[in-house]
T-cell receptor, first 111, second 113 residues
Framework: GDSVTQMEGPVTLSEEAFLTINCTYTATGYPSLFWYVQYPGEGLQLLLK?????DKGSNKGFEATYRKETTSFHLEKGSVQVSDSAVYFC??????????FGGGTRLMVKP | GAGVSQTPSNKVTEKGKYVELRCDPISGHTALYWYRQSLGQGPEFLIYFQGTGAADDSGLPNDRFFAVRPEGSVSTLKIQRTERGDSAVYLC???????????FGNGTRLTVT
């Protein structure tokens, strides 16, 4: 079945540092790939998505590129802010619009 | 506009009791999903509705779990004979159709004592 593996956290960075959160997946066919974010006390929000190989999703300074050859969708941001502190979930959708999530990575950004 | 609303936000119940969790999706969204998120883990799929019917209930862990969506809008997740292992945050999401983003509610935190 489908699965998503992402790096365990917490990831602790200083403000303005470069961020990478690794995500790899296993799926049949050609899934769509997503990053969701959960800020403290809030619900899951879609951060960005990519629907086919080599697509790059981007939002709020975050980027991720759909790499079919390495089955990866790593999340990156060039300069993190304290307000980016949250839990980030990588996810895929391959049938029926249902999402399969990774375990989540907590990011803590210190001023 | 209004997002996905889930009630109650917190529910504490005793082992063996019956609980109902409610989800009000975004108006006009035909697809509705239930997920369960245990502490420190990602959400796990439970059931998916397209309109009034359950299109996929393969994620329901056992027959103590049941969900309905009688009029194609509000959905209720029902758990019978609750067990301590059912303690988790139950998330609801809705979308306007295939390939469109899922919008999540803030969840119901269920604690079984």
């Amino acid at each position: 079945g489908d699965s998503v593996t992402q790096m365990e956290g917490p990831v602790t960075l200083s403000e303005e540092a470069f961020l990478t959160i690794n995500c790899t997946y296993t799926a049949t066919g050609y899934p769509s790939l997503f990053w969701y974010v959960q800020y403290p006390g809030e619900g899951l929000q879609l951060l960005l998505k990519a629907t086919k190989a080599d697509d790059k999703g981007s939002n709020k300074g975050f980027e991720a590129t759909y790499r079919k050859e390495t089955t990866s969708f790593h999340l990156e941001k060039g300069s993190v802010q304290v307000s980016d502190s949250a839990v980030y979930f990588c996810a895929l959708s391959s049938a029926g619009n249902m999402l399969t999530f990774g375990g989540g990575t907590r990011l803590m950004v210190k001023p | 506009g209004a997002g996905v609303s889930q009630t109650p936000s917190n529910k504490v119940t005793e082992k063996g009791k019956y609980v109902e969790l409610r989800c009000d999706p975004i108006s006009g969204h035909t697809a509705l999903y239930w997920y369960r998120q245990s502490l420190g883990q990602g959400p796990e799929f439970l059931i998916y509705f397209q309109g009034t019917g359950a299109a996929d209930d393969s994620g329901l862990p056992n027959d103590r779990f049941f969900a309905v969506r009688p009029e194609g809008s509000v959905s209720t997740l029902k758990i019978q004979r609750t067990e301590r292992g059912d303690s988790a945050v139950y998330l609801c999401a809705s979308s306007s159709g295939q390939g469109t983003p899922l919008h999540f509610g803030n969840g119901t935190r269920l604690t079984v004592t």
